[in-house]
């Protein structure tokens, strides 16, 4: 089965058109990664598979898992499966990260019917993952991403990821932020977690991540639409002549 | 998650809110020295008593209800409400359990309140008050062996008269303040707790009250006193049915904590606050306050979900050299609710300490006020002072403001003061439900986290009814 359809898909934010007809498959065990200039609606896409608030799906359709995913809550998204690594995570003062991370992974676990992990089984599965990212202990004991840098955000968001063992992330952005360590270290978690049944976007600007993570797909996204579509090389020849040639291609397959 | 939602999601249902239909004896609404005689003769008391009541009474007839707090109702007709309802069945008040109205039982046993001693719940005595009576006390044995004293006020009037007299208004004067006096005047009964002289109270004390007759107020009299190196912990709670009228509810505690005692007292109050457009609901005029002498140490810790109004300042005095005097405090406002609620740390003695923590959570068009005094008497050199102040918004259409008030006349004192205000953002909640968490489940793990100091403080089994008593307050129709 496909993992994700995304069917000539128009989205509004706050009344004006971001999306403007972006079709995209993506089946089990790819890697897709997703680039473009800025404002061109890669978070937008994003968050309009998750089921952010305050973007409105005004034509065409996404179907995840055989299923229609626009008219899921947001948690029973998340629940499906479907997880986001946030461009910008959010601070939470007050509730601890294993404990918000506890509630998530029992959540699902509940959704699909399995028995709830207790405090034991739990630090056992977090001490695992987050050796994965080599995540300091001590943040998973903090109130979630409050007072974090900005790279042990995004090492926080890949770490939830491994937790929750999702069908379908999206990492937006990931890799910005990260020096070149830790962008090495996140990127090997990342590697680990690919699996036949998982598939992954990959939100990115720069195709250094793509060193590390080799995606199946490269697609551009510019103005709401996937202009072109290629292989890994793709990425490569943006990173030398950047988008402003795309303009005069013609319309590429992939976005018909 | 959008505004809309969090405002749905600030609105709530009230689960205390039954009726029960026993019944009941109640005087004719108004209030006179007439009606005061009344209530006095009914429960038996000596003269001293009576004319206690009475001079109250006119000290309250020279005083003004006070205008200063920051809540909003319309004027009250002391006249209309009736000062004095009872169980008939218990008119001669119940002896054992056997000799309550079983109609009675089934109320507390519908609130989790366990009265039969059979039970014997996690070792937890426990007083009931329905109405204006104190209906059973549980454990009295097993705390006599002790020397403990713990009963109803009434049953201390007559059992411990000297006891009674000794402390009475030695805390909270008959002129303290109108709603204090109103009480003196008028009040039923109560709890009375008595610790000996360096006696560590075996168990949990806890004192139910439930207002259930109509058109009546509940003005209940409390009174604690720990004997030198003595050690208490109180807990009281608080319920009364979903009635469309305001109820008020006056109540004073005093506490006396000698030399070397501690006393605890904690408070999970959940009057009806009435409904989502601010109809009915208990007002919560309570005056409470403890002394403490020297090294004896005071702590309050409240959770305040409930009532239309809340008007209440636990406080210490500390009196003793090196007394300590705590105050932990959860506010919660929603629908139409509205708290001025804080403390007052009055340091006389020699390097007296004190904490206030307060978490103030405002959701619909809840109004919550912190309100504080911490003042530092001449003599009180060395003295310290921490406080904290925090208030969390839900929505945009409820405030939060504060008043700390500081007074310091010794230069060696110390001082802290902290306060924040933060908001429950719709991006706070929309990444809690990308991780699979429901948005009425993000709002409880927040507001828990926010109130997670004040909650250690509480004795286990409360720390998770009050838990869930927030829950169930902020739980609405989150579509
Ligand atoms: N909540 C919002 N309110 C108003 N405008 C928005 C909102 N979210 C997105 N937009 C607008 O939509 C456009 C697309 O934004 P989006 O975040 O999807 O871009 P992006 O491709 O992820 O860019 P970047 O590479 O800079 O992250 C931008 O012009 C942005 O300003
Ligand atoms: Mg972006």
Not at chain 1, 63 to 81: F, K, M, V, W
Not at chain 1, 96 to 105: C, E, G, H
Not at chain 2, 366 to 395: E, M, P
Request: proline share 4%; hydrophobic share 40%.
């Amino acid at each position: 089965m496909t993992m994700l359809e995304v069917r000539d898909l128009h989205a509004n934010v706050q009344g004006r058109e971001i999306l403007k007809g972006l079709t995209l498959t993506v089946n089990p065990g790819e890697v897709h990664a997703i680039m473009g200039p800025n404002g061109s609606g890669k978070s937008t896409l994003a968050h309009v598979l998750a089921g952010r608030p305050g973007y409105e799906v005004t034509q065409g359709q996404v179907i995840y898992q055989g299923r229609d995913l626009l008219t899921l809550s947001p948690e029973e998204r998340a629940r499906e499966g479907v997880f986001l690594a946030f461009q910008y995570p959010i601070e939470v003062p007050g509730v601890s990260n294993v404990y918000f991370l506890k509630a998530a992974a029992n959540a699902i676990r509940k959704h699909r019917g399995l028995p709830e992990l207790d405090a034991m089984d739990f630090l056992a599965l977090c001490k695992e993952k987050a050796a994965l990212v080599e995540l300091p202990e001590e943040l998973t004991r903090r109130a979630v991403n409050e007072g974090f840098s900005g790279g042990e955000k995004k090492r926080n968001e890949i770490f939830q990821m491994a937790v929750l063992d999702p069908a379908l992330a999206v990492l937006d952005e990931t890799d910005s932020g990260l020096d070149i360590d830790a962008l090495r270290i996140v990127a090997s978690g990342v590697n680990k977690l690919r699996s036949p049944q998982r598939a992954m976007i990959l939100v990115t600007h720069y195709q250094r991540l793509l060193d590390y993570i080799v995606p199946d797909f490269v697609h551009v996204l510019a103005d709401g639409r996937i202009v072109t579509s290629g292989g890994k090389e793709l990425a490569q020849e943006l990173e030398a002549k950047g988008y402003a040639w795309l303009e005069k291609e013609p319309a590429p397959a992939a976005s018909r | 998650m959008s505004t809309d939602q969090l405002h749905e999601l600030a609105s709530r249902e009230y689960q205390a809110g039954f009726v029960t239909d026993i019944d009941s004896e109640t005087v004719p609404p108004g209030l006179s020295e007439d009606v005061i005689r009344l209530i006095s003769s009914k429960k038996g008391e000596p003269e001293w008593m009576l004319e206690w009541r009475l001079s109250a009474y006119r000290h309250w007839l020279q005083m003004k209800e006070p205008a200063w707090p920051n809540v909003h109702y319309p004027k009250i007709d002391y006249q209309a409400i009736s000062y004095y309802a009872a169980p008939k069945s218990s008119k001669d008040a119940p002896k054992s359990l056997d000799e309550v109205d079983p109609k009675l039982l089934e109320t507390y046993e519908k609130l989790g309140i366990p009265l039969r001693e059979r039970e014997k719940l996690a070792g937890i005595a426990v007083d009931a008050v329905f109405d204006s009576v104190s209906v059973a006390t549980t454990f009295k044995d097993k705390l006599k062996e002790v020397g403990v004293i713990f009963c109803s006020f009434s049953e201390a009037v007559k059992e411990h008269p000297d006891l009674v007299r000794k402390y009475l208004g030695t805390v909270v004067p008959v002129s303290d303040n109108f709603f204090a006096a109103l009480n003196s005047a008028v009040f039923t009964d109560g709890s009375f707790c008595y610790v000996p002289k360096g006696v560590r109270c075996p168990m949990e004390l806890s004192t139910y009250f439930r207002i259930n007759a109509a058109n009546t107020g509940q003005f209940e009299r409390t009174l604690i006193v720990a004997e030198e190196g003595a050690y208490v912990s109180y807990l009281e709670g608080c319920t009364a049915p979903m009635r469309d009228e305001n109820q008020l509810h006056a109540a004073v505690v005093e506490l006396v904590a000698l030399d070397d005692a501690q006393i605890k007292y904690s408070t999970v109050q959940n009057w009806y606050p009435g409904d989502k457009d601010g109809k009915g609901g208990i007002y919560n005029f309570v005056t409470k306050r403890g002394k403490c002498f020297a090294r004896a140490k005071i702590s309050w810790t409240q959770v305040e979900t409930g009532s239309a109004i809340t008007w209440k300042y636990p406080s210490c005095i500390l009196q003793g050299d090196d007394s300590v005097g705590e105050f932990y405090s959860v506010a919660l406002t929603a629908n139409r609710q509205q708290a001025d609620t804080g403390t007052k740390m009055i340091h006389v003695g020699k390097n007296t300490k004190s904490t206030i923590v307060s978490k103030g959570i405002s959701a619909g068009h809840g109004q919550n006020t912190y309100r504080g005094l911490v003042r530092i008497g001449k003599g009180a050199s060395g003295a310290r002072n921490y406080s904290q102040c925090d208030s969390l918004l839900l929505g945009d259409k409820c405030g939060a403001h504060t008043f700390p008030y500081i007074d310091v006349q010794n230069s060696t004192a110390r001082m802290e003061h902290e306060a924040s205000t933060s908001k429950i953002g719709e991006d706070q909640i929309f990444y809690f439900q990308q991780r699979g968490i429901s948005a009425e489940e993000a709002v409880n793990m927040i507001v828990n986290g926010f109130c997670k100091e004040v909650f250690k403080e509480l004795p286990m089994e409360f720390a998770v009814e009050a838990q869930k008593l927030l829950g169930v307050s902020l739980e609405g129709s989150v579509g």
